[in-house]
Structures are given as structure tokens and as C-alpha cells.
């Protein structure tokens, strides 16, 4: 049996307590099923600041980089607003990505039918969506240098960020999300901001050469990102998969993730390429939620989204497709039983805390 | 009388169309009221190619520093999507932006009442809303250098925006924002990703002491772009007004736009430093909306976000502010009379074209 490490990086605010749920539901796959899953922690954010000084240790970094996947919870809080830049939380996560070269963000934005009424969105508009955003994760503007603060004098300060993307790049996360499509809908929209960045005009061309060379057969449509993040609000079912670079990919996917009402639920993976060899890819999961540190530690977290996050790992780094499929029906089983974290509440529901709904899925599971 | 000389750049798509009904707005203030505008007319974008080669020319440019105020139409279309990078019909915008120091970008979203029903949002959501949107326009990602794209032979290209803010460019526009929020519910929300970028951090600390130093009566927010952007689909009436810089101004600006159901009819004002002798700003006034190329030359283009562009124009240029209240009112009328253009047409409501818009809403003023 190929081995199955993971290492699990809680993190900070509702993090661990997320993470806790899907333990359970590692432990209980284990007695039940005989998975076999092997599990280390490490800490990283705030919480690894706090231990080492750093937002992720060498020996956490060097653990995540043999595991066969990383799940991450969420970094961060006003705890740590103040550290130095290099140390603040979010470096933790950011080094992982980078370390790990986990360049394919696959952020799905899905409408939970049960929770169709509660986005902000009407209801005609969101229901029964199901768009998949792939985002480069590894460059752009996150990583580019120079990246700095000029001390100019006379007061003057100059704050420098660098957005870089080679050829190589744009074709590996164009090649993930054509790929993705021929499994979905087939049809493939690619954000930027042509008609102002260079970078911009460089993704578009890449993206059509890649197009033509290898993936002919499915639709492509080129947007402005700008225009693309208004389409999303007006008519987002006109999107399947959506492939756009780390700071847009960044912005549409939250945007697209409140769409569906659904921010509390919705998870992550983060790949990086095959291994020539093994065909491996390092992998890590994460909720698109952050750390949430006002309601931390209080048992009312939803543990929704990290649990879908485990069942994208199932998913991806497993090939565990049967059980992928079985964990993902169970959180629309509980939701349509109607129970509900706090977040999602809504009237003639149940409220429940973060390990009942934890309970109820592994129940249903 | 001070001067009142406007130049009028219609650009290409449905500019033309909208400038038209302002160009009747504007003859039949000076018939009636005795305005005193005096007009001239220009070329930008892609007939400013067709004509001579650049997205404007010289000579346009220089007008458009002289005139007290600019009215911009809109640029682009497929036309002209293979004309070289320099000189695209964008780069026109971005010259008249840049030349002139336009460094402050006013977009406000409202939701006009009678439209409400009309967004992707549920109407209690964006009921009531009026928010403004203050993008930094001189700077940024736009203008950075270096810009450009490299080639690195064996088929790979490197494609390089910069990012790059001071210290002054951040205290300026953020001085515009907090003066034009004690104007309205005094309350500023500063956006930017400091998590992961330098100019970021910057941005931060340079609007807090800005708010510190001169502007402590102001309620001062400050959230990252991707929370920002999550909270104006999500509840957008917890804003009253939006500081950001140029890319996420652009990004966050349409999104609000289009939580309004009102795209069609949102105005901007792009304001440079007031004149140390005259105190006078340089200014262009233009729609939110783009060119929109497959409608242009029907004649059912909408043309009120023109035309509030235009009283936009009487509010910040002229001092006009009975005329522009009042123009604005005579917008707002005609909506609640029913009159719609195709873009924003509902059951049982009356369809009408271009001209017939204009028209009823200069019967109105
Ligand atoms: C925490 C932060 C660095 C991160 C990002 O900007 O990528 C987050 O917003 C995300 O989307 O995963
Ligand atoms: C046309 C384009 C260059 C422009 C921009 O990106 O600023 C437009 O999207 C806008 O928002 O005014």
C-alpha cells in the first residue's frame, strides 16, 4: 500500500479547532476502513511565531516537504499584527506554497443547495452553481523583486512590489485548468489586465499558444479582470473553470467563494507538478476561510469547509475518489437535515457547534 | 465669468452616442440658462489610431491640458484588439490620466430606487446604497516601470509590471478621501494587501498618519483588498467611502458598480491638485462603463452615465452645485417614470432609445 503521510498545520483563531473535526474523521476512517492514514503536526502562523520566532520552523518545513499532504488550517490574528514583516503569519503559508511549489490553487465555488437563500446574491443567480477558479500560486506579484521599502529621505518612503511571469509558468496553470475543464464543462475563461500590464499581455498570449497547441477542443474565452470580477457578480453561471494569476486569483476567488453563501464551507488544494518518477504531486488543503480570531475557541467555528478540504485531498493526492465522493454527499446530507453553524444560520434551522456538525458528518460518512 | 471651456473626447463604441445627448444638454443650457460652455472636440482611442496612428495625438493632448474640463466618451473595440501595445486605444485614457495628474478617481455606487429590483443582489442588500469609491489613478501598477516584456530565448518570455507607491502619492489621495467622507457619513475604509505586498505596508502606514495627523474626526477602517471585496458583495451599505489604489480601485470600483444594477449609469470624476495660484483642478469626467462595441451605433446605448458624468463635471469643476442637483434629480425622474434604456429595461416599464433618454431628461432639467 503506497504510504499515506500527512502532516496537519492547524495554524491560529478557529484553525485548530476545524482541524480537531477532521482528526476525528481521520481516526474514525482508520478503525472503520483501514485507510491507514499516518499523521504528524507541526505549527505554523502565529502560534509557530509565538514557539520559534518564525511563522514556520525548518523542521515543520522540512516535515510538510516529505509529507504525501499537507492540511492546512488557517495563520493569523491581531495577536500578531505587529511582528516584523518577515515573520508575520501569513510568511508561514506563503513559504509552504513557495517551498512546496504548489503552483495550482483549485479553488471550487459551489452553491450548497440547502444554503441557496442565504447569499446575498438572489437566489435565481446562485443556485445550482459550480465554477471551479484555478489560480497561479507560486508568482506574480506575491514573490516578484524587487519587493521592498525605500527610505527616500525628506520623509519620503517608496514601497516597490514586482509582478514577474515567465512562459513556463502561465503554461502549467493553463495546462491544470484545460485539463480540469475536460472534466466539467469544458469551457475555460482566462483573466487579466492585458490592456495595462505586460504581464497581462504575456498571459494572454501563452494561454491561447497553449490553447491551440494541446487543447483545442475546449472553449476558451479571454476576459479584462476587471470586467470579469463584474460578470462573476451579475450572471456567474456563465463560468466554468476560470484560470487567473496570484493577486486576481486571490481577489475573484473570494469574490466568487461569498457568492455562493457559502464562505465557511468552502475548501482548497494547492498542487504542484507531478514528480517525473513517483508522478507524486506535493500537495497541500486548505478552507478558503481565514483564521476567524473573533470567535476562536468558542465551539462555534464551521468546520464545513476544512472537512471539504480533506475530501479534496481524498480527491487529488489519493486518487480516494469513492470516499471523496461519500464525505462530500454526507456535508450536503447534514445541511439538508438542517443543521447549521452559527455562520450559516438561518430560520427554522438547528444550530449546532463546531464538533456536533463534525459528529453529524462523520455519522452520516 | 470664469472660463468655461470643456473638451469633448467621445472616443469610440457608444462614446459618441452618449456625448451626443450631453452636447444637446449642454447647447440647451447655454440657450436657456446663459451656461457660457464653450466646446471643442478631440480624438482618443481607436479613431484616434485610425486618424494618426496614436490613441491621441498631440495636439488633443494639448487641449485637453488647457481646457477647464474634459469629458471623456469611452475607448476600444475589436477593431483594433492587434494594434500595437503603445499604441492601443487604452493607452490614450492612461496618457490624458497621467499628463494631466488625474491622480483622484471618484466613482460613487449608488443604487437608484428605481433600479433596485434590477441587480443580481437582493434588493435589501443594495437598497439605499451610495458608496464612493476613491481609486489613486496616477500610480501604481499602471505606471511603474520597470514594464516590459523580456525575451529569455528557448521559447520563454518574462513578462514585468511594477508596482510602486510613495509616500506623497498615498497622503494625497488619502487626504482626497477623508475630506470628501466629512461631506457625507465620515467614514473611510483603506484597502490594500499588506499581508503580501511592501507597497502595501506602506499604504497602511501612510493612511493611518494621514488620519493621525490631520483627519483624527474621521472614522478610519482599514481591510485587505480580498476581505474588501468580499464585504461589498456581502453587505455593501457597511461602506460609506473606499480608498484604494489604482488596480484594486479599478477591480473593486467595477464590482461595485455592478452590485448597483446600475452599471450603465455610474459616473467618475478623475481630479488632479487643485492650482496653487488658481486653485483651479484639472479634471475629466467619464462613464464607468466601457465602449461596448456590439451595441454601439444602434442607438440604444444608455446615456444617462454620461450624462451624470456631466453633472459630476458641474459639481467638482464649475461649483454648479444647484444645476448638478438638479440634473441629477432629472435623472432620477425619468427613472421613476418608467423610461428605460434597453441595458436596464423591466416588465412594464417603457423601452426607449438613446436620443429619446436624452431628450426626456433635459425636458426634465
Ligand atoms: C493569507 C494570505 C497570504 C492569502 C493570500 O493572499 O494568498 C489568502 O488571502 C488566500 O487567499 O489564501
Ligand atoms: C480602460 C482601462 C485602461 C481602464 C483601467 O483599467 O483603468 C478601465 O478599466 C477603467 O477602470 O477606467
Known sequence: MAS????????DGIGPEAMAEVKKLIAAMNAKL??????????????????????ISDADMEKAMAADAVLFGAVGGPKWDKVPYEVRPEAGLLRLRKDMELFANLRPAICYPALAASSSLKQ???????????????????????????????????????QV???????????VAFELARTRKNH?????KRNVMKSGVLWNEVVS????????????DHMLADAGGMQ???????????VTDNLFGDMLSDIAAMLTGSIGMLPSASLGAPDVKTKKRKALYEPVHGSAPDIAGQGIANPIAMIASFAMCLRYSFGMVAEADKL?????????????????????????????????IIAKF
Chains 1, 2 share one sequence.
Open 188 to 192: 475555460v475563461t482566462s483573466m487579466e
Open 4 to 11: 499515506k503521510n500527512l502532516l496537519l498545520l492547524a495554524g
Open 165 to 175: 511571469y515567465d512562459t513556463f509558468e502561465i503554461e502549467r496553470i493553463s495546462g
Open 209 to 220: 499558444q497553449t490553447h491551440k497547441a494541446r487543447y483545442a477542443d475546449v472553449k476558451l
Open 34 to 55: 483501514g485507510s491507514g492514514f499516518v499523521t504528524d503536526e507541526g505549527l505554523v502562523g502565529g502560534c509557530a511565531y509565538d514557539a520559534h520566532g518564525a511563522a
Open 328 to 360: 462530500e454527499g454526507a456535508i450536503a446530507a447534514v445541511l439538508d437535515q438542517g443543521l447549521r453553524t452559527k455562520d450559516i444560520m438561518s430560520e427554522g434551522m438547528t444550530e449546532v457547534g463546531t464538533v456536533e456538525m463534525g459528529d453529524a
Open 232 to 242: 462573476l457578480v451579475r450572471w456567474p453561471k456563465q463560468f466554468d473553470v476560470i
Open 124 to 162: 435565481e443567480v446562485v443556485e445550482g452553481l459550480d465554477i471551479l477558479i484555478v489560480r497561479e500560486l507560486t508568482g506574480g506579484v506575491y514573490f516578484g523583486e524587487p519587493k521592498q521599502i525605500i527610505d527616500l529621505g525628506n520623509g519620503q518612503k517608496r514601497g516597490i512590489d514586482t
